[in-house]
């Protein structure tokens, strides 16, 4: 079944009049999604699935985009020289860019929570290369699903097979199913939120700020401590996160953890001047109903998800009293 979802979103909390522009695409999106089904007999070839008995591939559930028939060929003719695996009772929850921090948190988990809807009984299947990246691992423990891994080597039998699909088009949120993962993974404290953190990215390969040391003084004289969320755990950046009432960083994955914020808490996100389309941390925000903030920075190009950055400092420091005051 294909289902037609509208959202509406409040803008910026600090958003300037000349700077409506950015968002105005973005207060309302309507977007489709498809919803699990059941298949009996199926088969996991390499990364899509295919039911033998309807003689049909049902990569729109596995993929972005439908595989059109060359790459489907591929996994055809791969298939018959892999060993197979039998696995009595499994969900899919996957697609091409599930092995990323932010689209596991917000696009898998939500596929999960629906698949065990369905049959909370049965496991997770994944690719045994996913045993290697810790953030998958760690929040899988943290919410006890059993995992069923397979080799590159295996193609897969399952003989019930609960098939999931995105439930929102990225960068859109299913709102709902995207507070469950609040609910199912976010700590809350004792005290009220303290603490006001700044995710760096100064060890990350791209999306830097090349004035990083101004900005991190200029913070740090806010009160912010500074945080490299890659040196932490998926366990340690909840915990960070139900201790924070502010949360601000460059455009990047560590600002998915605003997931993981108590309600009353604010986001700064620091963008690239000019771009209207790199909208998922603004989206994310408001599907949590978390206050949302921004400043504007020169990017040493308009491509948001590879460029640098030099942050204005000036707009920095006034946005930071707007949040504060």
């Not at 943290?142 to 397979?150: A, D, G, Q, S, T």
């Not at 303290?194 to 200029?218: C, G, M, Q, T």
């Not at 490299?228 to 924070?244: C, F, G, N, P, W």
Request: aromatic share 12%; charged share 25%; proline share 6%.
């Amino acid at each position: 079944m294909i289902e037609e979802i509208t959202v509406n979103r409040n803008p910026p909390a600090n958003l300037k009049p000349e700077d409506y522009p950015l968002f105005r695409q973005s207060l309302q999106t309507t977007f489709r999604r498809l919803h699990p089904i059941t298949i009996k007999n199926a088969w996991i070839l390499q990364d899509t699935v295919f039911s033998p008995g309807e003689f049909r591939f049902y990569s729109e559930f596995t993929h972005q985009k439908k595989l059109p028939l060359l790459p489907i060929a591929k996994r055809i003719g791969l298939c018959a020289v892999k060993s197979w695996k039998k696995i009595p009772k499994g969900i899919w929850i996957l697609d091409e860019w599930s092995p990323n921090y932010f689209h596991w948190m917000a696009d898998c988990l939500p596929r999960l929570w629906e698949g065990l809807d369905r049959a909370p009984e049965f496991s997770v299947i994944l690719p045994e290369f996913f045993k290697n990246i810790p953030f998958v691992v760690q929040s899988l423990s943290l919410i006890k699903v059993r995992v069923e891994y397979f080799k590159t080597s295996e193609n897969v039998k399952v003989d019930t097979l609960v098939l999931t699909a995105r439930t929102a088009s990225y960068p859109n949120f299913n709102l709902p199913l995207t507070k469950r993962t609040r609910a199912n993974l976010a700590l809350h404290s004792t005290k009220s939120p303290w603490r006001k953190i700044y995710i760096s990215r100064k060890f990350a390969p791209k999306r830097r700020a090349h004035n990083e040391d101004e900005v991190e003084v200029l913070l740090v004289k806010k009160g912010f401590e500074i945080v490299y969320a890659e040196k932490l755990t998926v366990h340690q950046q909840i915990r960070l996160m139900s201790e924070t009432s502010v949360l601000a960083g460059l455009h990047g994955a560590a600002l998915t953890n605003m997931f993981f914020l108590p309600k009353t808490a604010k986001v700064l996100e620091l963008r690239n001047q000019n771009d209207h389309l790199t909208q998922c941390f603004f989206k994310l925000a408001s599907a949590l109903d978390l206050a949302y903030y921004y400043t504007l920075n020169r990017g040493d190009s308009e491509n948001t998800i590879l460029t640098d950055f030099t942050i204005d400092l000036e707009a920095l420091d006034k946005t930071l009293d707007q949040i504060l005051f």
